[in-house]
């Protein structure tokens, strides 16, 4: 019961509540250029930093020309022109699939019961 009360919560497409969020969101996001993904730190967890590691970098470096944009903007206290936040998909994911690769290898190592790559020192 509790499960189903709590995936209605969440899910943008039954709860009126979460499409409001989810759309005040988009419309913050449109504001800067940033899409979702651009928000996960790779200094806080090391999954996103190996996850951004084995994108191409082509999508790392979109994702820190978009990052400069916001800052630049948001310095300046001003936002994207209409035009250029019509143009603009905040929910289109780019981090995501490798995300959940990262984060199926690291839990498979634990069950292993090996160091994850990253926390690996040499002798």
């Not at 509790?2 to 709860?15: D, G, H, I, K, T």
């Not at 289109?92 to 984060?103: E, F, G, I, P």
Request: proline share 7%; glycine share 2%.
């Amino acid at each position: 019961m509790f499960s189903r009360l709590s995936a209605w919560f969440v899910n943008p497409r039954r709860n009126p509540l979460a499409r409001l969020h989810r759309d005040a969101v988009a419309a913050r996001l449109r504001k800067y250029g940033l899409r979702y993904d651009d928000l996960y730190d790779p200094y806080h967890d090391l999954d996103i930093r190996e996850a951004l590691a084995r994108l191409p970098r082509e999508v790392v470096d979109a994702r820190n020309a978009r990052l400069k944009r916001a800052m630049d903007l948001s310095m300046k206290h001003q936002y994207l022109p209409e035009d250029v936040q019509a143009l603009q998909t905040p929910f289109r994911s780019y981090l995501s699939d490798m995300l959940a690769l990262v984060k199926k290898e690291s839990a498979e190592r634990e069950a292993l019961g090996a160091l994850p790559l990253y926390q690996r020192t040499i002798p």
